[in-house]
């Protein structure tokens, strides 16, 4: 069953979910003008969701249009087997993104949508940001910004603007106590966001929405050193992993 990242508003659940696909379609358009794939381009979805009710759950395996040369990655408990199914050509590749099993630069560009704020403490943030960046020449993350004043997970104005150990008592208090376990979430601002990437590579902060009221925090982290040469593109593509790859 795949994991929760959001409190179940019931029959607004398409209403949010439709705002979060306006916005993910502006992180898509994002995505291919920093990353410049073309059809022969190794591109990662990293940390997908198994989520089928609606599409802003898959929106990047939907737009994408080079699907033959597209690995999305989860984890076992995100249930996201299906996915080559429902996008014949697309690889799914079951692993943790604080250990991915494939070589240093094995993808040309990916993206990590929303993903970094589940995973834990600042250290294990850290490390998942930092091995994705391992895996990948160009990586587009985004998280949702701390300061927007409603906290689009549990759907509550203002509270998350509270020191961490009150907003987490508040939530369990509520009846949240799943979001106020910081392995669920942990929200990130500007400042600790950035303090998650490599220093050895090119780190841009860009946004969605006012200056004051962004919705959501984007980096796009760049490879400074040069692919290697010599190792061709077919090596690249069989260095290691189990990837399940849909016929035909």
Known sequence: MPLTYTTNL?????????????????IFEIF????NPNSNS??????????????????????????????????ASEGAHWLPDEFPGLTFLEAD????????????????????EHAGTSEQQARLVHEVCRVCRCVVFTTPNKWFPLDVHTMLPLLHWLPSAAYREVLQRIGLGYFSEIDNLNLLDRRTFLTLFPPSRQNV??????????TNLICISTAI????????????????????????
Do not use: W
């Not at 291919?32 to 990353?35: D, F, V």
């Not at 898959?58 to 999305?72: G, K, S």
């Not at 040069?226 to 189990?242: D, E, M, V, W, Y």
């Open 205 to 214: 902060l860009r946004q969605l929405g006012p200056q004051c009221f962004a």
């Open 42 to 75: 190794l591109v990662a979805d990293f940390g997908v969701s198994g989520h089928r009710s609606h599409p802003a759950h898959y929106f990047f395996e939907a737009m994408y249009p080079y699907r033959r040369n597209l690995t999305a990655i989860a984890r």
């Open 225 to 248: 050193a040069p692919l290697n040469c010599g190792l061709s593109r077919k090596s690249r593509a069989t260095g290691g992993g189990q990837a399940q790859r849909a016929p035909g």
């Open 97 to 116: 993104l604080r250990d991915i099993p494939l070589p240093d630069l094995y993808f040309d560009c990916g993206i990590c949508n929303a993903v970094v």
């Open 32 to 35: 291919m003008q920093e990353c």
């Open 10 to 26: 019931g029959i607004l659940n398409k209403v949010r979910d439709g705002l979060a696909l306006r916005a993910r379609r502006r």
